[in-house]
């Protein structure tokens, strides 16, 4: 099954600042795609598109120009952002310059007070993606669900993705709370999912049927269309490996059809990121 991994980080702290590294000593070092294409390739990813991995504002555009010609397996790139700003629409300009291989926007919201996004600003800027075909990487906890709606409802036209199945306490297991968060984000058409970041919020000895109640609830509530699968790499170092997380992810999915199985590998990630 060809595999397009829609949530790549590549760490390269000689050209960029990552503030946020300091407090994450597990992953604090040189991530190099040279790395990631040598365990990647054996698994039949064949593409990948580059995550914005929170650098310094400075170096945002640096950033996304960068990883756009890091490597043939990099097929785009989406890049960090600032919808508080006045300046957003000069901004999107600059990364137009950038060429169509920038697929998408993102913000990190779980790392900000939660009123910076609650502005009519913030939600005007966002309604500016759609007519360049844009998406928007939707990056909250659980508790912050409310935002993810609240975003979705104010750019209907825009295609969201929540990232990292909004975020689950799989370690401390209240799925009940989870369930009736991702259940209301996912009555909103215009957000699809991404199958990713859950091997980190699991304690190091999970177990694929430990994911599954949680990958499966949401499947079964997006749909087999509204759905794209991610590595969150190096970030799913923290419980496992590439290797690993793949291995889990194709075993949860095992019993689907082929057709549900390349909806979530690659089809879907060729739509809804415009990956020719």
Known sequence: MRIIDT??????????????????????????????????????????LHMEVDVAGADILPETGFMLGVHPLVHGAI?????????????????????PRVKGLRRVLHVVP??????ALF???????????????????????????????????????LDHCLVPDIAGGDI??????????????????????????SDPDWTTDTLRPWVEHTINTFGWDRVVWGSDHPVCTL?????????????????ASGDEQAKLFHRNAERIYRIA
């Open 7 to 48: 949530h790549l980080h590549l760490v390269y702290p000689d050209r960029f600042s990552y503030p946020w590294l300091a407090g994450a000593p597990a992953i604090n070092r040189p991530w190099h795609v040279e790395d990631y294409a040598a365990e990647a390739a054996p698994l039949g990813i064949e593409a990948a």
């Open 79 to 99: 890049a960090a952002c600032r919808p508080e700003n006045p300046g957003f629409e000069a901004f999107l300009d600059r990364i137009a310059a950038l060429g």
């Open 114 to 119: 939660d009123d910076l996004s609650a502005t």
């Open 123 to 161: 939600e005007s800027n966002l309604r500016l993606l759609a007519p360049r075909g844009l998406t928007f990487d939707l990056c909250v906890r659980t508790d912050q669900a409310a935002i993810a709606c609240r975003l979705a409802d104010a750019a209907p036209e825009v295609q969201f993705v």
């Open 176 to 201: 009940a709370t989870w369930k009736a968060a991702i259940d209301e984000v996912a009555r909103r058409p215009n957000v699809a999912v991404k199958i990713s970041g859950v091997v980190a919020y």
């Open 239 to 255: 419980t496992a490996d590439l290797t690993r997380w793949v291995r889990a992810a194709q075993e949860l999915v095992a019993g």
